[in-house]
C-alpha cells in the first residue's frame, strides 16, 4: 500500500505567509507612530520599568546578602561585587542585573539610590525626569521606586 500525502496539508502556502506579514507589519506601523507622537509619555514607561527592575535587583541582592547594598556601594553593587564594606561573601558571577554596567534612565542620567528612603522606605530609586532636577511635571516628572 502506498501512503499518499494530501497536497497542501503541511506548512503554509505563500499567501498565508504574507498576509501575517502584512499584518506585522501594519500593527508595527500604528504602534511606532503611536509612540513617534508621544515620545515623553514613552520615557516615563520605559523609566517606570527600569525603575521595577532596578527595584528587583536590590530586593534580591538583600534577600542573598542579607543586606542591602550602601549608599557608597550605589546601585554599582548591582553589577560588579562591592569593594566597600560590606564585601557580599557570596556574589553571583553575573551580578544582579543582566547587563555588565547599571542603566542610565531614558533621559541619559544616572539614577539616584537612597539607602533609607525619603519615606522611611528601606530604599529608594529616583529618576528625576527629563530636566534631570527635583520636581517637575509631563516629562520632568520624578519617579521612584517607592511608587512601584
Known amino acids: 500500500m502506498k501512503k499518499h500525502r494530501v ?3 503541511a506548512g503554509f502556502t505563500l499567501i498565508e505567509i504574507l498576509v501575517v506579514v502584512l499584518i506585522i507589519t501594519i500593527l508595527a506601523g500604528i504602534v511606532g507612530v503611536n509612540i513617534l507622537h508621544k515620545p515623553g509619555e514613552a520615557r516615563v514607561s ?8 532596578l ?3 536590590v530586593q534580591l541582592y ?7 547594598p550602601t549608599q557608597e556601594q550605589g546601585l554599582e553593587a ?10 557580599p561573601q557570596n556574589y553571583p558571577d553575573g551580578g544582579y542585573l543582566d547587563s555588565s554596567k547599571v542603566p542610565l534612565d531614558p533621559w541619559k ?29 509631563g516629562e520632568s516628572v520624578d519617579l521612584t521606586s517607592s511608587d512601584l
Open 78 to 87: 548591582l553589577v560588579t561585587r562591592p569593594t566597600r564594606e560590606p564585601v
Open 62 to 68: 538583600r534577600a542573598e546578602q542579607g543586606r542591602l
Open 109 to 137: 542620567h544616572e539614577y539616584i539610590y537612597l539607602v533609607p528612603g525619603r519615606r522611611a522606605e528601606p530604599f529608594e530609586i529616583i529618576s528625576y525626569g527629563g530636566d534631570g532636577e527635583p520636581g517637575g511635571s
Open 7 to 9: 497536497r497542501g496539508a
Open 46 to 53: 520605559a523609566a517606570r520599568m527600569q525603575l521595577q527592575q
Open 55 to 57: 527595584k528587583t535587583a
